[in-house]
């Protein structure tokens, strides 16, 4: 078999996606829409991206059309915002084949007060939670904690994608009183706060699990853990992700099964009996403590940066159970993962994820040891120079025996790339390490 892939993004999780695809035995022609420089050699990138187009549906009919073009095989959604939009039904409903849950499916991580709502109706492990919905929302919500709430902290989440933005844990009713004054007085946030759940703070350590579905049957990958702020010692404001390693030392085989059985499969069989069944990658954010894992949230799509472990650590061919996943062949392929330890860490331009400046010229990208990988992120290439371009600039993930060695590996390689202004964070896996000695 050979096949034409046609991939749709531009970050780091689109440049490993396009690495993993690229050296599949059963490919013939790899498309990336857009992609970036480090895309750029490992298939064909192609300038059509959601900003092209003056609304979203020209876009997806700019993608179909590029598919019938190319007789596209597969297309490969690597961001939520097209799966929130329905991608996955448009290019369907065409008769094309694509790797992403549909509209409806992807409402479990496109609307938080569906997924807390499917949680409780199937008593899938999560947090007490309320949601509220209407004009008076953000009144609705002081009044329910003055009244009814008894246990603090709380944490506040709009609804919708926000981008990280939209979540306040707040510890008593004052900082909660602040925090909604402020949703009021921000008109972006007030926008996305029309919807909103109100839901118990959870104890324990987060990791994220990550699974290939074709709606019936699950394979795992990996689980990881990401670091969301900013600052070492997870501080300062919250990122897209400075660094992942896998697999994450809390997330160990007994939690592991726990978490197949009584969130996987039961969330998979409750978008079956909703109608909706969920085929693609199923990201399970986790709180995981002595009672075992609950659920955090639900992501649609593999994590950026989690994605640039884990599909370094996939043995098997990435493309093989792409395809079987939309071929619903799941239940015969093996999925199997490399022995070992991933880790990978993000390098940003100074200022991120407030201000920035973009056009910094990156250097040492060739001295990188051939153990590692750099997958680019935010970045632009220019007469064979290449400059920064965004927050997120690019990730190194090293591999080791131990998750130290892994982690020795990221920083050695790190370390000879440089540009104006960099920042990482040096402390990316200090807590597998802690927990795993
Ligand atoms: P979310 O967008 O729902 O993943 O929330 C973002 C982050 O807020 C999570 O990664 C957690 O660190 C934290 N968080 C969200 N909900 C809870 C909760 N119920 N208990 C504790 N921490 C939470
Ligand atoms: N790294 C977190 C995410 O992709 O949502």
Redesign the pocket.
Known sequence: MSYNVLIIGSGGREHALAWGISRSKELNTLYIAPGNPGTEPLGINVPISPSGYPSVKEYFEAVHAFAIEKKIDVTVIGPEQPLVDGITDFLEEKGLKVFGPSQKAAQLEGS?IFSKWLMHKYNIPT?DSESFTGETVLEDVEAWLKVENEKWPV?I?ADGLAA?K??F?CKNLSEASAHIQRIKDDPSLRKAATRVVV????EGE?ASVFAITDGRHAKLLLSAQDH?RIGEGDTGLNTGGMGAYGPAPVADSRIMKLVEDTILYPTLGAMQVEGHPYRGVLYL?L?INEEGPRV??YNCRFGDPECQVIVPAMKSDLLRVIMATVNFELEKEEVEMHDGHYCCVVMASGGYPEAFEKGMEIHGLEEVSEDSMVFHSGTRSENGKVYTNGGRVLTVTSKGASLSEAIDAAYRDIEKISFDKAYYRRDIGAKGLKRSS
């Open positions: 938080k947090a944490v989440k990280g939209g979540v844990i839901e118990e703070f959870m987060e969301k954010g709180m955090v949230e």
